[in-house]
T-cell receptor, first 113, second 107 residues
């Protein structure tokens, strides 16, 4: 157990639907990062939050949104889902917002049918 | 051209062999990360480097900032080292990933 908790582990849904992925960072970590891993694109950075504020945004679609709450857990919302959104979504956390060792969660596997 | 290039893409080694995986990047970075992803999908951070060399057990990572190049070495490889090794460069609070090197160590 890495200390980073992601739920759900697996999710199957239909095109057009909306889902929410949740991440609880390791105790004491203030930064949360979201990544998408698909077979054709590999690992891609989506978004980074530090202590509740957005720090960096990567290749995140407009249909996707995220936030980090006062208790530091984070949620990634995916809406109007398409087949191509099927992927593994990883959350990682670190102590601060600079160059830090990352601790990854086990991932949430999303399948869109 | 990708910002992060790894080689080789695939590597098969006999148990006990010395293994080297290379990573080249084309932009200025604040740090470079080496990650390990096992067949089950979980990702573990092995090293974070901004200069020089780091060692952890049988793993050694080096970085040459001027050459924009990093290497991951595994000494006395073991079947449990079989995994995908991913290089990622960090700048402006985000990571850009290489496509990974799939390592298979045969007993």
């Amino acid at each position: 157990d890495s200390g980073v908790t992601q739920t759900p582990k697996h999710l199957i849904t239909a095109t057009g639907q909306r889902v929410t992925l949740r991440c609880s960072p390791r105790s004491g970590d203030l930064s949360v990062y979201w990544y998408q891993q698909s077979l054709d694109q590999g690992l891609q950075f989506l978004i980074h939050y530090y202590n509740g504020e957005e720090r960096a945004k990567g290749n995140i679609l407009e249909r996707f949104s995220a936030q980090q709450f006062p208790d530091l857990h984070s949620e990634l919302n995916l809406s109007s889902l398409e087949l191509g959104d099927s992927a593994l979504y990883f959350c990682a956390s670190s102590r601060s917002s600079g160059a830090n060792v990352l601790t990854f969660g086990a991932g949430s596997r999303l399948t869109v049918l | 051209k990708n910002e992060v290039e790894q080689s080789p893409q695939n590597l098969t080694a006999q148990e006990g062999e010395f293994i080297t995986i290379n990573c080249s990047y084309s932009v200025g970075i604040s740090a470079l990360h080496w990650l390990q992803q096992h067949p089950g999908g979980g990702i573990v951070s092995l090293f974070m480097l901004s200069s020089g060399k780091k060692k952890h057990g049988r793993l050694i990572a080096t970085i040459n900032i001027q050459e924009k190049h990093s290497s991951l070495h595994i000494t006395a490889s073991h079947p449990r080292d079989s995994a995908v090794y991913i290089c990622a460069v960090e700048r402006s609070y985000q990571l850009t990933f290489g496509k990974g090197t799939k390592l298979s160590v045969i007993p």
